[in-house]
Protein backbone atom coordinates (compact mmCIF):
# COMPACT_ATOMS: atom_id res chain seq x y z
CA UNK A 1 0.00 0.00 0.00
CA UNK A 2 1.48 3.07 -0.68
CA UNK A 3 1.66 6.49 1.48
CA UNK A 4 -0.95 8.00 -0.56
CA UNK A 5 -3.42 5.52 0.06
CA UNK A 6 -2.73 5.19 3.69
CA UNK A 7 -3.64 9.41 3.38
CA UNK A 8 -6.50 8.66 1.77
CA UNK A 9 -8.14 6.41 4.49
CA UNK A 10 -6.45 8.16 7.55
CA UNK A 11 -8.73 11.41 6.09
CA UNK A 12 -11.59 8.98 5.41
CA UNK A 13 -11.97 7.52 8.80
CA UNK A 14 -10.99 11.28 10.38
CA UNK A 15 -14.13 12.43 8.41
CA UNK A 16 -16.46 9.96 9.55
CA UNK A 17 -15.30 9.99 13.01
CA UNK A 18 -15.69 13.34 13.45
CA UNK A 19 -19.06 13.26 11.67
CA UNK A 20 -20.09 11.84 15.08
CA UNK A 21 -18.10 13.70 17.25
CA UNK A 22 -19.72 16.60 16.24
CA UNK A 23 -23.42 14.95 16.11
CA UNK A 24 -23.08 13.36 19.04
CA UNK A 25 -23.01 16.22 21.72
CA UNK A 26 -25.85 17.56 19.75
CA UNK A 27 -27.95 14.78 20.94
CA UNK A 28 -26.93 15.46 24.34
CA UNK A 29 -27.69 19.26 24.05
CA UNK A 30 -31.29 18.14 22.86
CA UNK A 31 -31.43 15.15 24.97
CA UNK A 32 -30.48 17.07 28.73
CA UNK A 33 -33.57 19.49 27.16
CA UNK A 34 -35.65 16.56 26.89
CA UNK A 35 -38.50 15.96 29.91
CA UNK A 36 -40.10 13.27 28.80
CA UNK A 37 -39.20 9.47 29.46
CA UNK A 38 -40.50 8.44 25.92
CA UNK A 39 -37.90 10.60 24.29
CA UNK A 40 -35.26 9.93 26.95
CA UNK A 41 -35.40 6.50 25.54
CA UNK A 42 -34.96 7.50 22.15
CA UNK A 43 -32.26 9.50 22.40
CA UNK A 44 -30.39 7.49 25.21
CA UNK A 45 -30.86 4.20 22.03
CA UNK A 46 -29.35 7.14 19.44
CA UNK A 47 -26.42 8.19 21.53
CA UNK A 48 -25.22 4.90 22.28
CA UNK A 49 -26.00 3.55 18.45
CA UNK A 50 -23.55 7.04 17.38
CA UNK A 51 -21.00 6.57 19.70
CA UNK A 52 -20.01 2.85 18.67
CA UNK A 53 -20.70 3.79 15.46
CA UNK A 54 -17.61 6.11 15.30
CA UNK A 55 -15.41 4.14 17.68
CA UNK A 56 -14.00 1.67 15.11
CA UNK A 57 -13.41 5.47 12.93
CA UNK A 58 -11.32 6.83 15.64
CA UNK A 59 -9.74 3.84 16.13
CA UNK A 60 -8.77 3.55 12.08
CA UNK A 61 -7.59 7.11 12.01
CA UNK A 62 -5.21 6.20 14.95
CA UNK A 63 -3.93 2.85 13.53
CA UNK A 64 -3.64 4.74 10.03
CA UNK A 65 -1.80 7.52 11.40
CA UNK A 66 0.96 5.60 13.53
CA UNK A 67 1.60 3.88 10.19
CA UNK A 68 2.27 7.11 8.27
CA UNK A 69 4.37 7.54 11.19
CA UNK A 70 6.47 4.43 10.25
CA UNK A 71 5.98 4.98 7.04
CA UNK A 72 7.66 8.17 7.17
CA UNK A 73 10.41 6.99 9.60
CA UNK A 74 11.78 8.36 12.91
CA UNK A 75 14.16 11.14 11.66
CA UNK A 76 11.56 12.74 9.75
CA UNK A 77 9.08 12.09 12.75
CA UNK A 78 11.55 13.53 14.51
CA UNK A 79 11.98 17.05 12.93
CA UNK A 80 8.31 17.69 12.60
CA UNK A 81 7.64 19.70 15.09
CA UNK A 82 4.30 20.54 13.82
CA UNK A 83 3.42 16.90 14.32
CA UNK A 84 4.62 16.80 17.64
CA UNK A 85 2.02 19.50 18.67
CA UNK A 86 -0.75 18.21 16.22
CA UNK A 87 -0.24 14.71 18.02
CA UNK A 88 -0.76 16.51 21.39
CA UNK A 89 -4.41 17.65 20.18
CA UNK A 90 -5.18 14.72 18.76
CA UNK A 91 -4.46 12.97 22.24
CA UNK A 92 -6.88 15.51 23.86
CA UNK A 93 -9.63 14.79 21.35
CA UNK A 94 -8.98 10.84 21.93
CA UNK A 95 -9.55 11.75 25.57
CA UNK A 96 -13.08 14.02 24.99
CA UNK A 97 -14.01 10.87 22.83
CA UNK A 98 -13.60 8.30 26.31
CA UNK A 99 -15.59 11.46 28.13
CA UNK A 100 -18.20 11.10 25.61
CA UNK A 101 -18.81 7.42 27.16
CA UNK A 102 -18.52 8.92 30.38
CA UNK A 103 -21.45 11.23 29.57
CA UNK A 104 -23.30 8.58 27.83
CA UNK A 105 -23.04 6.35 31.03
CA UNK A 106 -24.98 9.62 32.89
CA UNK A 107 -27.66 9.44 30.59
CA UNK A 108 -28.22 5.52 30.12
CA UNK A 109 -28.03 5.78 34.17
CA UNK A 110 -30.38 8.94 34.31
CA UNK A 111 -28.10 10.91 36.59
CA UNK A 112 -26.72 13.37 33.99
CA UNK A 113 -26.37 16.82 35.85
CA UNK A 114 -25.00 19.00 33.38
CA UNK A 115 -26.84 21.92 32.00
CA UNK A 116 -27.90 21.90 27.72
CA UNK A 117 -25.16 25.09 28.26
CA UNK A 118 -22.53 23.17 28.73
CA UNK A 119 -22.99 20.41 26.35
CA UNK A 120 -23.46 23.16 23.99
CA UNK A 121 -19.82 24.41 25.00
CA UNK A 122 -18.57 21.22 24.90
CA UNK A 123 -19.83 20.80 21.00
CA UNK A 124 -17.69 23.35 20.14
CA UNK A 125 -14.50 22.03 21.46
CA UNK A 126 -13.83 19.71 19.03
CA UNK A 127 -14.57 22.35 15.93
CA UNK A 128 -11.67 24.04 17.35
CA UNK A 129 -9.44 21.49 18.11
CA UNK A 130 -9.69 20.31 14.61
CA UNK A 131 -9.27 23.25 13.08
CA UNK A 132 -6.00 24.05 14.69
CA UNK A 133 -4.76 20.34 14.06
CA UNK A 134 -5.81 21.20 10.28
CA UNK A 135 -3.61 24.28 10.25
CA UNK A 136 -0.63 22.53 11.63
CA UNK A 137 -1.18 19.52 9.14
CA UNK A 138 -1.49 21.69 6.20
CA UNK A 139 0.56 24.90 7.15
CA UNK A 140 3.12 23.45 8.91
CA UNK A 141 4.01 26.50 11.10
CA UNK A 142 7.23 24.89 12.43
Same mark, same amino acid.
Given at each position: ???????????????????????????????????????????????????????????? $? /??? !?????? *???? @?? #? &????????????? $? /??? !?????? *???? @?? #? &???????????????????????????????????
Amino acid at each position: MTILWLKAFHLFFIVAWFAGIFYLPRLFVNHAENKHPETSETFKVMERRLLYFVTPFAIL $T /LVL !GVLLIW *FYGA @AW #F &KQAHWLHAKLLLV $T /LLY !GYHGYC *FKLL @AD #F &KHDTNTKSPRFYRVFNELPVLVLLAILILAVVKPF
